[in-house]
């Protein structure tokens, strides 16, 4: 049987994560860079088969992350939220113009 005063206080508890706990994040730590990695293969891939091309209107973009009229995107078909398994195939991806970006998805993105 445990005495009370054998048992830890809210002072030990917070503020230090729990051995299982340091585990977990490490390992969401490790899965979120190896998604990073895989993100950029993703990308690159896609940006190679498109040939710089707009896969709606044909327009020829530039890979930049500035928010011009000839900057592309990269836009999944089938979108991660509902095909996950999909998510860093070259084949699910397109490069599409920023007025066919904005056409496909509205003005939120």
């Given at each position: 049987m445990?005495?009370?005063?054998?048992?830890?206080t809210?002072?030990?508890?917070?503020?230090?994560?729990q051995?299982?706990?340091?585990?977990r994040v490490?390992?969401?730590d490790?899965q979120?860079?190896?998604?990073?990695?895989?993100?950029?293969k993703?990308r690159?891939?896609?940006?190679?088969?498109s040939k710089y091309v707009?896969?709606?209107?044909?327009?020829r973009?530039?890979?930049t992350i500035?928010?011009?009229?000839?900057?592309?995107?990269?836009?999944?078909?089938?979108?991660?939220s509902?095909?996950p398994?999909?998510k860093f195939d070259?084949k699910?991806?397109?490069v599409?113009?920023?007025?066919c970006?904005q056409?496909r998805?509205?003005?939120?993105?």
């Open positions: 445990t005495r009370f005063s054998e048992l830890p809210l002072g030990d508890q917070v503020g230090r994560p051995p299982k706990d340091k585990a490490v390992d969401r490790a979120r860079k190896a998604d990073s990695q895989r993100e950029v993703f690159n891939h896609v940006w190679r088969d707009c896969a709606f209107c044909g327009r973009v530039k890979r500035e928010l011009t009229a000839d900057a592309g995107h990269v836009d999944h078909i089938k979108p991660r509902t095909s398994a999909l070259p699910n991806g397109r599409l113009c920023a007025n970006h056409k998805h509205g003005s939120g993105r």
